[in-house]
């Protein structure tokens, strides 16, 4: 500790000079460490962990934004694998990012071990000496007292809840032991958040999974549309149970200033818990997840799921179900892919709008004017032609590769296959049979996410903060009071910021002076 | 919850207050800058009668936060919900709180001087929210339909302000001595020089910012720990380095850097000052660039 008696914070142990170390090994890898454990090296590792995490929000992360990640890579062919090289995708989990805090860690560590064992002496040791003058001392003051003022000043301190010991000239006074505890919780429980995090990451999963009205999640690996394991994740820590979509319900505000802004997504679930759990129905919303043993399950999208029915010239059905339409826009015009491979003649494949409230552009292209469903509309375009289907290579549902495929229907050159309500049927060129909208079913779009470290990283944030409270906010001062020739003086001396030191010197002074010392220093 | 009726004449009153609270301002702002220029003066009995003008233009300030607080009030009401749920309101309801904060914290002498700092920003961030951020009242999407846009909003909002008059104080502290300051001839140098007489001194300054940031870290701390358990319960994850997350952690990581300076030697004083006003840079960046040009969860400007 510099016994610096500036005002500035000095709660810590100042870097020290660089100095030529010691020849050899060993005295290099202890100046290394000095150096690496030293508070300089925090600032400037803190700095760089500032520094270094701002390319995460300028390129997109695969974490966050996977899509993101792919638009850019066809935008910036060049520039991307470059960038994705050094990692700038996956910033917070590159190299050099983990670089920079696992030395943070080390470096707070190497500090934080040796000042626990420097704070648990000074809990059982008694206050210093006071220095010889106080000459240093910004806070002092001198008065003439009696015979009785040192037991006075023993008992006053004592009062304030210092630790004081005296001997027949001094009185030695230290308080606010709790701004270094405050620091060291702090500290620790920072390493406590970092393996909570690690330990939670390792453990935890997540998975997607779209759910049509009326359809079941079953919690194993096969039902997910995507999932993300820890490192730690095995298939036993998925605990059995069942969640049904009853019925999805969103409110649109039809107020003028207002139109279409959401003000309610509800998803009524039936959740069965265990092989042979009671069923139990509950409502998930947006901040409301349904909390279930061993995964929380969130509302994160939903949207319109028309049911449709194909048919071929000889009236046989080719495909028929309800078909996820993506929203495109705020008023949900939607695009929905249908793939149809077992058609006959021939396969062919849709590339689907859907309009909850279909109105008219100037240009006189359809667009949706109102996310609710008021007045829907569906379009379609198809396309005939080999889907790819067929070699055994996984394609996306949600997409349709029209590349090499023949437009049949749809766009300016072609007719129209146009539905405008329910139970409606229209027929599709080129012989190729019939559609039908039967009804129009919604989704929601859930997360079923497992961490079980979330409340350990909650406690240990916690202690992480009111250690931090306690060590900023806590003052830290000694405070002695000594008899010399003529009176009596006080000094005090703080260790950090300390708004009250001056006026623990006046305030004493006043308690303890019968009569203000002619030499009275300022 | 069914959507809540919109009260749109009580939403234009409220802005009506708003622009009456600028309007205001602009006179306290004028009536602290001269009294600078007062207190500043060569003649004694200029500088004597100084202190009558600072009471004014505290009473005016005072009148101006009055307004300003009735219209953000009323806001809140015409939209039956807490007022800062889009880039306007935060910046009405968050101007409010600094000057609240400031009018609260006059207690600390020391302080009094910044008034036409923040003064000034205030009527910066209003005059920036009526004509660039505005936006109708709007019902809340579900998303923000939590207790926790009163709790890490308000708190987010307080640890700004205190940032801020910590960064009007390092200012201050820095210009005491640059040496163009105290050496220029160059009469906006003499002028500087002149305002920062009316400034306590230099150890006085650089402590008061110390203690102004240290409240800001411990306050943005809570907002940081807020905003994880909020988004757990709203995006299904307590972190997942949203954009506005990374510039949360970046400041924060500033200002812990910013109390290490502190305590480091050779990087306390001038050094830290500089890394407060980064820090307070980074607030501003975060509230203004990243909200309306940086892709992510956190978009409720209200803007297309």
Redesign the interface.
Known sequence: M?GSS???????V??E?ITSPDIGFRGWLRWFWRQLTS??T??FL??L??TA??P???Y??R???PN?VTLYFSNQPDLAPWLDRFQFFD??SSAWFSAIYILLFVSLIGCVLPRSLVHARAMVAAPPDPPKTFTRLKAKASFEGSTTTLDEAFAELKARRYRVVRDGKTVSAERGYLRETGNLVFHISLIGLLVAVAVGGGLSY?GQRVLIEGETLVNNLGSYDSFAPGTFFTKDSLTPFTLKLKKFEA?????A??VG?????RASVVSRVGVNGKPKTSVI?????LELPGA?V?L?GNGYAPVLTFRDANGDVSFSGPVIYLPQDANYTSLGVIKVPDASPKQFGVLSFYYPTVAKLKSGALTSAFPGNVNPAITMSVYVGNLGLDNGMPTNVFSLQVHGLKQVAGGKKHPKVELTKEGQTVELPENLGTVTWDSTKRYASL?I?Y?PA?LW??LF??L??AG??VS??VPRRRVWVRKISGGFEVGALAK??D?RLEQTVIDLKAKLATKVSKKVQK | MKPVLLDVNLASVSLIFVYAAMAIYTISFLMFVFHIAQATSDKKSVRDSSSRLQRASFFVLGFGALLHGTGVTLRGISAHRVPWANMYEFSISGSFLIVLIFLTALAVKEIRVIAAFVNGFALLVLGTATTTFYVQIKTLMPALQSYWLVIHVTVAVLATAFFNIAAALAVAYLLRDWPWVTSSKSPIAVLIRRVLKAFPDSAKLERLSYRFNVVGFILWSFTLIAGAIWAERAWHRYWGWDTKEVWTFIIWTIFAGYLHANATRGWSGRRSAWLSLVGFAAILFNFTIVNLFFKGLHVYSGLK
């Open positions: 510099s500036s005002h500035r914070p000095s709660d810590h100042d870097s000079e508070m300089r925090a600032l803190l700095l962990l500032a995490a701002v995460g929000s300028i997109p992360q974490s966050a934004d993101g910033v917070y997540s409110v649109f505000d039809l107020q200033v207002n802004t959401p003000t309610d997504f919303r947006v901040n409301e997840p929380n969130y994160t997360d996410d961490n979330q990283i909650f944030a916690m992480a903060l931090l409270i900023l906010l950090g910021d708004a």
